[in-house]
């Protein structure tokens, strides 16, 4: 019977079955401070309105 896999496990980013890489944790977060800056950027040109 196979092993159940435990959640410690999958958070794990050694673990063999993690699912995030630290390739692809890298590139979410470069992606999502480069949409947080053109959003601020955008907002500061224009004049801030809500």
């Known amino acids: 019977m196979a092993e159940r896999l435990r959640v410690r496990d ?6 063999p079955l993690s699912p995030i890489s630290d390739r692809v944790l890298i590139t979410l977060l470069i992606f999502t ?3 947080l ?3 601020l950027i955008i907002q500061f ?3 801030y309105r809500s």
């Open 37 to 39: 800056a053109a959003t």
């Open 10 to 15: 999958l958070l794990n980013r050694k673990h």
């Open 45 to 47: 040109s224009m004049g």
């Open 33 to 35: 401070a480069s949409v």
